[in-house]
């Protein structure tokens, strides 16, 4: 089973550019990499998706070395409004099964 | 389209009792799931669906029993409840392609057992 590592937690302030970081050694060659956003009682919110190299949308950035075995989630000039808790996830690498597997997620903290 | 929808927003129930978790998505999506998730914690799959008529446990299937006779509608069981499923539960649906893992996800049902 593919796992991620992200960092627990980050701090950042308004106006700032928020760089989070995922691990994940084990991902298989048809895996798709993805974020999510979640917010205090509600479900997670899709943020972006990749396969491989940059990806960018109104939102964020994902950027995926060559190897694949790491993507960085890169959030322009945060509010306060982005703060949440940001899942990484890769498909199941060994049986292709179509399940999707949250790990604990980073919570960041956008400060004034 | 209202998207995911989820029944009842929250509920109460003592030792032993049993019930079933609505959910519903209007979008034709193939893939459904169910997730719950404990204070301070990240997500956990208890079952998902690929289609109608087939189902699959995920990490945390014990105590929950699905089915899923429609595309619509994915209801989840609880047989008889225990304080240790309290928790939030949340159901997503996403489309047909097994690396499309765009889901979309309810808003979710607050348990508490007693």
């Known amino acids: 089973l593919a796992k991620t590592t992200q960092p627990i937690s980050m701090d950042s302030y308004e106006g700032q550019e928020v760089n989070i970081t995922c691990s994940h050694n084990?991902?298989?060659?048809?895996?798709?990499i993805t974020w999510y956003q979640q917010f205090p009682s509600q479900g997670p919110r899709f943020i972006i998706q990749?396969?491989?190299t940059k990806v960018t949308n109104e939102v964020a950035s994902l950027f995926i070395p060559a190897d694949r075995k790491s993507s960085t989630l890169s959030l322009p000039r945060v509010s306060l409004s982005d703060t949440a808790v940001y899942y990484c996830?890769?498909?199941?690498?060994?049986?292709?099964?179509?399940?999707?597997?949250f790990g604990a997620g980073t919570r960041l903290t956008v400060k004034p | 389209n209202a998207g995911v929808t989820q029944t009842p927003k929250f509920q109460v129930l003592k030792t032993g009792q049993s019930m079933t978790l609505q959910c519903a998505q209007d979008?034709?999506?193939?893939?459904m799931s169910w997730y719950r998730q404990d204070p301070g914690m990240g997500l956990r799959l208890i079952h998902y669906?690929?289609?109608?008529?087939?189902?699959d446990q995920g990490e945390v299937p014990n105590g929950y029993n699905v089915s899923r006779s429609t595309t619509e509608d994915f209801p989840l069981r609880l047989l008889s409840a225990a304080p240790s499923q309290t928790s939030v539960y949340f159901c997503?649906?996403?489309?047909?392609?097994?690396?499309?893992?765009?889901?979309?996800f309810g808003p979710g049902t607050r348990l508490t057992v007693t």
């Open positions: 996830l890769v498909g199941d690498g060994e049986d292709n099964n179509n399940d999707m597997r």
């Open positions: 990749g396969y491989k």
């Open positions: 979008m034709n999506h193939e893939y």
């Open positions: 997503a649906s996403s489309p047909a392609g097994w690396n499309s893992y765009e889901q979309y």
């Open positions: 084990n991902i298989a060659t048809n895996d798709y």
């Open positions: 669906s690929v289609g109608a008529g087939i189902t």
